[in-house]
Antibody, heavy 120, light 110 residues
Framework: QVQLVQSGAEVKKPGASVKVSCKAS????????MHWVRQPPGQGLEWMGL????????SYSQKFQGRVTMTRDTSTGTVYMELSSLRFEDTAVYYC?????????????WGQGTLVTVSS | QSALTQPASVSGSPGQSITISCTGT?????????VSWYQQHPGQAPRLMIY???NRPSGVSDRFSGSKSGNTASLTISGLQAEDEAFYYC??????????FGGGTKLTVL
């Protein structure tokens, strides 16, 4: 069965960077795009960007352009999301989400989420 | 990049039907049949309920249905049950190859 297993919780200081991993299993890694979505405490879902595991092409939300980098390692079936210049408002649960079949325009499988806390 | 517009809250009694709206623009909801809906209970990851406007994944109750008219998509839940109480989010593809979520709607089952 499809599994997306994310790295553990992180605590970072303002201005630092954080790199969250999402290890995929149970399917052909290069066949499905992966997205990143975040959710600040008590708030809604926010789309951050996507990566095509095949060629590594990416699309980022304008909000995070210049601060976010999404990469993948096809040898381990892992995607990464790195966010730099962290601010207090970046405190959130970060999810990786794999698209479904067909249109590929929906998030069928989700990771368990990674809490990133930005605190001085 | 504005989020899609959803009502902050809706409520209904068990057995009733409710509809949650999701309003976008011609750059997203209006011109693409790529609207999906997610249910989220506290402390859990979101769960896909509807994709491509009106398709239901296997395992999702047929009490959940989706539709679209113009720039507004809708999620309807019929025969409300206590377990339906949760937050619901819509999401759409956007013309610049980004995706956008709605602000979320809290469903209360009275």
């Amino acid at each position: 069965q499809v599994q997306l297993v994310q790295s553990g919780a992180e605590v970072k200081k303002p201005g630092a960077s954080v790199k969250v991993s999402c290890k995929a299993s149970g399917y052909m890694f290069t066949s499905y795009f992966m997205h990143w979505v975040r959710q600040p405490p008590g708030q809604g879902l926010e789309w951050m960007g996507l990566i095509n595991p095949t060629g590594g092409s990416i699309s980022y939300s304008q909000k995070f352009q210049g601060r976010v980098t999404m990469t993948r390692d096809t040898s381990t079936g892992t995607v990464y999301m790195e966010l730099s210049s962290l601010r207090f408002e970046d405190t959130a649960v970060y999810y990786c989400a794999r698209v479904g079949s067909g249109s590929n325009e929906y998030f069928f499988h989700w990771g368990q989420g990674t809490l990133v806390t930005v605190s001085s | 990049q504005s989020a899609l517009t959803q009502p902050a809250s809706v409520s209904g009694s068990p057995g009733q039907s409710i509809t949650i709206s999701c309003t976008g623009t011609s750059s997203d909801v209006g011109n693409y049949d790529y609207v999906s809906w997610y249910q989220q209970h506290p402390g859990q990851a979101p769960r896909l309920m509807i994709y491509d406007v009106s398709n239901r994944p296997s395992g999702v109750s047929d009490r959940f249905s989706g539709s679209k008219s113009g720039n507004t998509a809708s999620l309807t839940i019929s025969g409300l049950q206590a377990e339906d109480e949760a937050f619901y989010y819509c999401c759409s593809y956007r013309s610049d190859n980004t995706r956008v979520f709605g602000g979320g709607t809290k469903l209360t089952v009275l």
